[in-house]
């Protein structure tokens, strides 16, 4: 036997150290991949939830689009005027909120974009019967009336539902039998958004 096959040969293993710095690194690697890909998500859904979000605006007039078939009692006495617009998304957006609610949250997609304006009065020295007569007689010229709701035992409101192509609305009285006035009145128009 020659000299050097009777020593052993001993394989030498890499350090502990180099193989924890090699695991280590991958661990940072994807838990960075991992950060980055939650990061961009979240900023996605943030983004479709400020897109599909409507938008309110607090007006002192009533628009210039408002419909000229829709009276407005009162003009100098109204409280609020509400604007809200909602939109729609593209349709490559509306199948990715989809897919998002389907599996991970809700967001609110609407199917055809509209305008909603809501007009509201306070303590008017008008009688409730006397605006639903007023709303009533006006509107039936323009519009089909879907419902009107007199029941005052009931503690429920008086309520107008009127519509005519694209345009819906209502008219609501809420009273107090027990003041001279009438306390509050809520006029909502809902109406198709204009494309440009």
Known sequence: MPENASKSIQIQEPPLQE??????????????ILVILSGVVIGL?????YLTTPREEHVRAVPADFPKSIPVYDEK????????????????LQ?????????????????????????????????PEFLIDYYNTALQKNFFI???DFERDS???????????????????????T?????????MVILPSKTN
């Open 19 to 32: 193989l924890e710095k090699k695991t280590s690194c991958l661990k940072r690697s994807c838990l960075m």
């Open 45 to 49: 859904v943030l983004l479709l939830y």
């Open 77 to 92: 006495n109204i409280d609020q005027i509400t604007i809200t617009a909602v939109g729609t998304l593209p349709a490559p």
């Open 95 to 127: 199948g990715l909120v989809t897919f998002l609610n389907k599996h991970f949250v809700r967001l609110p997609i609407q199917d055809k974009a509209r305008t909603d304006i809501q007009v509201e009065w306070r303590e008017l020295s008008a009688k």
């Open 146 to 148: 879907t419902s009107i």
């Open 155 to 177: 503690g429920a409101p008086y309520r107008i539902n009127f519509s005519k192509g694209d345009v819906n609305g209502q008219f609501i009285i809420r009273d107090n039998k």
């Open 179 to 187: 003041t001279p006035s009438t306390d509050r009145a809520t006029l």
